[in-house]
C-alpha cells in the first residue's frame, strides 16, 4: 500500500503562486511515479503533471505548460508542484497519484494505483 497526503492548497489572486506537495509513504514510492489531477465542480477529474520515480521525465498537460513545474525529492518522500502565473481557472480540487514507473506517460486517471485525498485550490479574478 502507498498512501498520499496532499497540502498547500489555499486562497490565491490571479497571477500568484502556490506550491503543493504530496508526502507518500509506504511501499518503496521512489520507484513509484507521481502524477498530479484536478477536478473543477461539475467537470471531469483531469491530468495536470507527472514526474518519474527519478524526476527524469516530466509531463504537463497544455493548459499548465510554462506555468507549471513538478519535482520531487525522493529523500523525503514527496513531489511538489510549482503553480505559478495562477489563474481562475485553475480552481479545482487538486490530487496526487501513484504508480510503478515504466514506459509510458501515465496521464490517464485509469493509470494510477493509489490516490491522496487532494487539497483545494482558489484563484480569485
Known amino acids: 500500500q502507498v498512501q498520499l497526503v496532499e497540502s498547500g492548497g489555499g486562497l490565491v489572486q490571479a497571477g500568484g503562486s502556490l506550491r503543493l506537495s504530496c508526502e507518500a509513504s509506504?511501499?518503496?514510492?521512489?520507484?513509484?511515479?507521481i502524477g498530479w489531477f484536478r477536478q473543477a465542480p461539475g467537470l471531469e477529474r483531469e491530468f495536470v503533471a507527472v514526474i518519474s520515480w527519478n524526476g527524469g521525465r516530466t509531463y504537463f498537460a497544455d493548459s499548465v505548460k510554462g506555468r507549471f513545474t513538478i519535482s520531487r525529492d525522493n529523500a523525503k518522500n514527496t513531489v511538489y508542484i510549482q503553480m505559478n502565473n495562477l489563474k481562475p481557472e485553475d480552481t479545482a480540487f487538486y490530487y496526487c497519484?501513484?504508480?510503478?514507473?515504466?514506459?509510458?506517460?501515465?496521464?490517464?486517471?485509469?493509470?494510477?494505483?493509489?490516490w491522496g485525498q487532494g487539497t483545494q485550490v482558489t484563484v480569485s479574478s
Open positions: 497519484a501513484a504508480r510503478p514507473w515504466g514506459t509510458e506517460k501515465y496521464v490517464r486517471l485509469h493509470e494510477y494505483d493509489y
Open positions: 509506504g511501499r518503496t514510492v521512489s520507484t513509484y511515479g
